[in-house]
């Protein structure tokens, strides 16, 4: 069973840049034909598609993030990472990572999910 979990600081300051990491266990982030993706819940707010890395190493944004959002990855650690710079307190929200076996940015379709972590914008 694939399991995600990801890390990264729960705090960080206006104007810097939120750098979050999913590791995965259970699963290899290469295998055909999974897609893994950043989806993050803002207080008060529904779910919000960020971006994916496919099995290839394709990498797909959310336009209204893609300016600010870079997705990369680490096959050898199987991990992947989410960087959003210049963020705001409008950035502050649940991130997870997820995985679903077609392209998709709809966050219902995912079928595994990391248990989130809480990311606040302040100084």
């Known amino acids: 069973q694939v399991q995600l979990q990801e890390s990264g600081p729960g705090l960080v300051k206006p104007s810097q840049t939120l750098s979050l990491t999913c590791t995965v266990s259970?699963?290899?982030?290469?295998?055909?034909?999974?897609?893994w993706s950043w989806i993050r819940q803002p207080p008060g707010k529904g779910l919000e598609w960020m971006g994916a890395i496919a099995y290839s190493g394709s990498i797909y944004y959310s336009p209204s993030l893609k300016s600010r959002t870079s997705i990369s990855r680490d096959t050898s650690k199987n991990q992947f990472t989410l960087q959003l710079s210049s963020v705001t307190p409008e950035d502050t929200a649940v991130y997870y990572c997820a995985r679903v076996d077609y392209y998709t940015e709809l966050p219902h379709e995912y079928d595994y999910w990391g248990q989130g972590t809480q990311v606040t914008v302040s100084s």
């Open positions: 259970g699963g290899s982030i290469t295998t055909n034909y999974y897609y």
